[in-house]
């Protein structure tokens, strides 16, 4: 796989389930990223994780980082369907500051 | 609270055609990009920007494209002889500063169909 492969491709869900989506990496990152993107819209940034961190929370968001498997994986609690999106993670390598993007998980959430 | 805005939203050109996309980067901020999103594909970068130069730029990022910064708020894309596979959308993002945690802000994207 690529670097930044998400699963699952796609994730169907009914309104006040959890969600989770994982995120595999191959190379070194100083930090891995959550972006949200509405259809054909642009990319939402919703939380950054260190490499030396673990998990990180920000509102019904919850990542989770594994250096030793090169993997992260976003919750998202209590989903709405305001949540329904693609979301991507995007790595960021040792010593560059461009972003890495996987293919993204395609979340619908159903009222 | 600041944004990237990018101009136009959609652009529809002729293949052969030379295209400008638009950006205006967060005002403050040092370091620009390009990214594109095949239709259905990845987000991929194209090329980053800062102090005046190209300071990275992916395969993707051949002698079709360039990139400048006319003045002290736009940023631009030229793809110069445009082909049906430049059809994608094009996000331009941008940086404060080159940190170890670059938190880069997009645009809403600039649709790009070349026919």
């Known amino acids: 796989s690529q670097q930044g492969e998400e699963d699952p491709q796609a994730l169907s869900i009914q309104e006040g389930e959890n969600a989770t989506m994982n995120c595999s990496y191959k190379?070194?990152?100083?930090?891995l990223q959550w972006y949200r993107q509405n259809s054909g819209r642009g990319l939402v940034h919703l939380i950054l994780?260190?490499?030396?961190?673990r998990e990180k929370h920000s509102g019904r968001l919850r990542v989770t980082l594994d250096t030793s498997k090169k993997s992260s994986s976003l919750l998202i609690t209590a989903s709405r369907a305001a949540d329904t999106a693609s979301y991507f993670c995007?790595?960021?390598?040792?010593?560059?500051?461009?972003?890495?993007f996987g293919k993204g998980t395609m979340l619908l959430v159903s009222p | 609270e600041p944004e990237v805005t990018q101009t136009p939203s959609h652009q529809v050109t002729q293949m052969g055609q030379e295209v400008i996309l638009r950006c205006v980067p967060i005002?403050?901020?040092?370091?620009f990009y390009w990214y594109r999103q095949i239709l259905g594909q990845k987000v991929e970068f194209l090329v980053s920007?800062?102090?005046?130069?190209?300071?990275?730029k992916s395969e993707i990022f051949d002698d079709q494209f360039s990139v400048e910064r006319p003045d002290g708020s736009n940023f631009t894309l030229k793809i110069r002889s445009t082909k049906l596979e430049d059809s994608a959308m094009y996000f331009c993002?941008?940086?404060?500063?080159?940190?170890?945690?670059?938190?880069?802000?997009f645009g809403q994207g600039t649709r790009l169909t070349v026919v």
């Open positions: 005002s403050n901020h040092l370091y």
């Open positions: 993002a941008s940086s404060e500063e080159w940190s170890e945690d670059p938190e880069a802000f």
């Open positions: 190379t070194s990152i100083n930090n």
């Open positions: 994780i260190r490499s030396n961190e």
């Open positions: 920007f800062y102090n005046n130069e190209i300071s990275e």
């Open positions: 995007a790595t960021a390598e040792s010593g560059y500051s461009t972003l890495t």
